[in-house]
């Protein structure tokens, strides 16, 4: 049996869902949907994982003290290797980012002694060729490379499973990291 992984799909704030999936070895063991910062610290201690992967930015660019600080900073060196290879995302210092970015760097603050990462299902989509919003592909590719049940799952849900699966990626040396002196992001390897 592998290591567990914890993904979250997290969403800015805690009035929307926030997809969540436990990848343990090859089999998810749990999926499902989340709304507090309390919800999901229950779901680490239950779960006790390895890694947890986040989608959310977990670090500020260089040179900016706050997201809300006005300043030119607005790209980290990781969002510059996204653009590089003409993977779509939004800045983070723009509207909802800038709530996701304080949940996300709250969130990992909060927890201890787990090794947790940025993950961003969008690019891994991409870099594995699945669209990003097509669920019957998504599911598809998920269904061929690790044990999820049968069944219909949210958009959110699917993003959870995806950042989970990323995470496993990263602890089988499967994944590639796009980082700089103010942050990493880790997608799939093609």
Known sequence: MGKVVLGIDLAGS??????????????????????????????????????????????????????????????????????ERRIRFFPITIGPMRMLTKRGMALKRKIKGITVVEV?????????????????????????????DKRDYTQDELDGVCCAFTGKLVLENRAVKLSGKDGCIWLPKK
């Open 120 to 148: 961003f299902p969008g690019a891994a989509y991409d870099v594995m060729g699945i669209p990003r919003k097509d669920k019957k592909k998504i599911l598809r590719f998920f269904s061929r490379e690790i044990s999820l």
């Open 14 to 83: 805690s009035n929307r869902d926030s997809g969540v999936a436990v990848i343990t070895g090859e089999h998810v063991v749990f999926v499902g949907i989340v709304r507090s910062d309390e919800e999901i610290m229950k779901l680490v201690k239950r779960f006790k994982p390895g890694l947890i992967a986040i989608d959310a930015p977990l670090t500020l660019p260089a040179g900016r003290r706050d997201i809300d600080e006005k300043c030119s900073a607005h790209f980290r060196e990781c969002d510059m290797k996204l653009r």
